[in-house]
């Protein structure tokens, strides 16, 4: 039988990452010369592609340890996770894009 998604569980979750993201922002490291309070957008997007990584080499880990058999990882765990890790890249790749058409719309201004 096939569980359904708890919708409750599913919210928490979500607030949860988002806690943990607004915790991320808050201590991410400061550009040099300007004041402690500011946020370095540098290393708030290597984080961002960090994290990304990290969810699909987890996925990847997932994947391999059911195509073997291991009786601790179930196809549910496997898909879940290589979902994750299909989102984080598509929210990642959308902010790129939007980066992209900015960098291009202020190239095109004139001075």
Do not use: C, H, W
């Not at 957008?41 to 984080?47: H, T």
């Amino acid at each position: 039988m096939i569980n359904a998604i708890d919708p409750n569980q599913l919210l928490t979750q979500m607030r949860a990452a988002q806690a943990q993201a607004a915790q991320q922002t808050n201590t991410a490291m400061p550009v040099q010369g300007q004041a402690n309070d500011s946020v370095s957008f540098s290393g708030l997007m290597k984080s961002a592609v960090d994290q990304v990584n990290e969810t699909q080499q987890a996925s990847g880990r997932l994947k391999t340890a059911f195509e073997m058999g291991d009786p601790n990882v179930s196809l549910a765990d496997a898909m879940i996770a290589s979902q994750k890790a299909s989102v984080a890249f598509q929210a990642t790749l959308q902010v790129r894009n939007k980066l992209v058409q900015a960098y291009e719309e202020v190239m095109r201004m004139s001075v």
